[in-house]
């Protein structure tokens, strides 16, 4: 089989209009000159299993997430597994991919490319999670738990499979080396925004004046609204410095299986008249919400997992040059020093309030931080890692058979 160099197979066990991480990828390998077909799940509310999104060939895979218990997870990676399985041969035979894209999780999909693989494709294997430490932060298991020893075994089976492997970021890469992986063979792809999307509106100023009173002081959080993101350490934080923030708000921009509970406790600390929960936005609608704030807030809870994330809202606020309160996790850590993000100890709402606090006075302060962030963010922005991404592809399409 003659493989078409420029034809390109994405899998994805996710919906791929919400992934952004996978359609920067893509849509930067359409604006290049490959041809990028995608196999994921289907929208809830798409009415076909095909569509085209800006150039990108999507099949998706009615399924959808119900996850509850464990074994439903267990059920939709499966499932999903072998709907891959099979279709990537009858996909094959109409047009011979040079390189499958595997996205995790699960870490076991990369087997779903078995015979891609043997006819001589290249097997590109992006490692989106730890799996190890995702199970142990999720479920509270320790590291000997049978489940998380299967998982480090299916780790390092998967990216011996692969011919080449991503990971996103530096610590992770480390840890994974730790694990057996070659270091050879491996590229770190950071998980930056695109900054085509936070472009300086000309509307920006009139949005932000709709959007907020002009003695107003906005701290915001925007993103899922889930429990590893510390929101409730964020509102126990807003009620212990509101008495020293006179003009203080807190916008929460989002939505998620917390948004009840942290109604309720921003109801109970009687926070009501200072936090605002807006509800979700798309992402076009962001980079003018952004501009609303003066500060962004991220309270990322620390554990054997969490410790390893790197923000893409992050990025966000850094783009939209916001100094930004964020939790002292070792990854952050590696990429941004004390003089860019004004850092507190994770999972302790005091410490918290003290840089609310310090911030909220001080505006020479971040300024500074807004500043020193952006020098110590252009290694890792989008483009740098977009072009090293090409050039990733360009060498695996250069080896296939």
Request: with cysteine; aromatic share 12%.
């Amino acid at each position: 089989m003659t493989l078409d160099k420029t034809s390109v197979c994405m899998l994805l066990q996710n919906p791929y209009d919400a992934d952004i991480r996978v359609r920067r990828k893509a849509e930067a390998l359409i604006a290049a000159g490959y041809e990028v077909d995608v196999l994921a799940l289907k929208p809830p509310h798409a009415t076909s299993g095909r569509y085209s999104l800006n150039g990108v060939s999507v099949q998706a895979f009615s399924l959808g997430k119900k996850r509850g218990s464990q074994w439903r997870y267990y059920f939709e990676y499966l499932s999903f597994f072998f709907w891959v399985l099979i279709k990537l041969p009858a996909l094959m035979m109409k047009k011979a991919y040079s390189i499958i894209e595997v996205n995790t999780l699960p870490d076991f999909l990369v087997f779903a490319a078995i015979y891609p693989r043997w006819k001589g494709a290249k097997i590109l294997f992006d490692m989106h999670e730890i799996t190890p430490e995702f199970l142990m932060s999720k479920y509270g298991v320790g590291a000997g738990h049978w489940q998380v020893r299967l998982a480090r075994t299916l780790e390092r089976a998967s990216f011996r499979f692969a011919d080449r492997v991503i990971t996103i970021n530096d610590p992770i890469q480390r840890l994974l080396a730790g694990r057996g992986l070659p270091l050879s063979k491996s590229t770190v792809i950071m998980n930056s925004a695109d900054q085509s999307m936070f472009p300086s509106f000309p509307d920006i100023p009139s949005a932000a004046a709709r959007r907020r009173k002009s003695e107003e002081f906005v701290f915001m959080y925007h993103g899922t609204l889930t429990r590893i993101y510390g929101l409730d350490i964020t509102l126990e934080a807003f009620a212990l410095a509101r008495s020293r923030m006179p003009a203080a708000k807190l916008w929460i921009i989002g939505d998620g299986p917390e948004k009840r509970p942290l109604e309720r406790l921003a109801a109970t600390l009687g926070l009501e008249s200072r936090v605002r929960f807006i509800g979700p936005m798309l992402p076009t609608e962001i980079a003018s919400w952004l501009a609303c704030c003066d500060v962004g807030v991220l309270s990322t809870r620390q554990d054997v997992f969490l410790d390893f994330s790197f923000s893409n809202k992050l990025s966000e606020y850094i783009i939209m040059g916001k100094a930004v309160i964020a939790s002292r996790l070792k990854t952050i850590q590696h990429y941004f020093s004390e003089e860019s993000l004004a850092y507190f100890e994770p999972n302790q709402p005091a410490d918290l309030a003290r840089q609310m606090v310090l911030l909220y006075g001080d505006g020479a302060l971040r300024d500074r931080l807004a500043g020193r962030a952006k020098q110590e963010y252009a290694p890792i922005a989008w483009e740098v890692m977009k072009r090293r991404y090409l050039g990733l592809i360009e060498t695996l399409t250069g080896e296939s058979g």
